[in-house]
């Protein structure tokens, strides 16, 4: 009887250790003409929550903008960005320091490919003992690469105090990462570094400087909508009134 429990407990231990639920595999999907998203699981409140990014095709490279939450995804993405398109990643811009946007800089540096961050966004990494840059810029800037060129907004804290947004004139795509919700979301997610006090007036500052957008790329779950800035604002005001 003894040796037959003994059997019964050994063969149920390995399906315990090793039949546990992985993260779903990364997902590229076309937007438009050479730019696609890029999303990736990780677990949020006890189940895979999905995080976007976006990369961007030029004539003779690849530009990416935040890293997958799932860092073991990094590499999978840039071999299917190789086989896809037959070029590098060479550039990688994070939209704030949280690991969804930074996680994945060691990977990248060890692949030669080029991290950039606002300075404030590495001041914040430094802090919290999340991966840093190569490269940082003090201020608003433009970023011209092989014809590709991009605009690097700072509307004020919101989700985060260094959260900025990309814009991208000729396409008009705008790529607001976490501090626009998705028009899924029914609230404003993690706000353990969040000014909800300040983030109106930076939502309104986004819609002052970029007015008609095409495309809005949420952080976090749908980005096919451009109503997400206005729906931003709705939680927002939702929020407040729950006070």
């Not at 407990?9 to 050479?34: A, D």
């Not at 749908?222 to 206005?230: E, F, H, Q, V």
Request: proline share 7%.
């Amino acid at each position: 009887m003894n040796f037959n429990v003994g059997i019964l407990i050994f063969f149920l231990f390995p399906l315990t250790c090793f039949c546990q639920e992985k993260n779903p595999p990364v997902q590229i999907t076309p937007l438009t003409e050479n730019f696609y998203i890029f999303t990736t699981w990780n677990t949020y409140n006890g189940t895979p929550f999905p995080s976007n990014g976006m990369y961007a095709v030029t004539s003779n490279a690849v530009v990416m903008i935040d890293t997958p939450w799932d860092t073991t995804q990094v590499n999978p993405l840039l071999d299917s960005i190789e086989a896809r398109h037959h070029k590098k990643v060479i550039l990688c811009v994070a939209t704030h320091f949280h690991d969804d946007r930074t996680g994945g800089f060691e990977i990248l540096k060890k692949a030669q490919v080029e991290t950039w961050s606002s300075e404030l966004t590495k001041l914040y990494c430094i802090k919290n003992n999340n991966p840093l840059p190569n490269r940082t810029f003090l201020k608003d800037t433009i970023f011209q690469i092989d014809g590709l060129r991009f605009e690097i907004f700072y509307p004020g804290p919101a989700h985060s105090p260094d959260n900025i947004v990309v814009w991208f004139p000729q396409q008009k795509i705008l790529y607001g990462g976490c501090m626009i919700k998705s028009v899924d979301s029914g609230g404003l997610g993690n706000l353990s570094d969040a000014d909800t006090h300040s983030w109106g007036n930076s939502i309104k500052n986004i819609q002052k400087k970029y007015p008609k957008p095409r495309f809005i790329i949420t952080g976090h779950q749908d980005w096919n909508s451009t109503k997400s800035l206005k729906h931003t604002l709705h939680l927002l005001s939702k929020a407040e009134k729950a006070k």
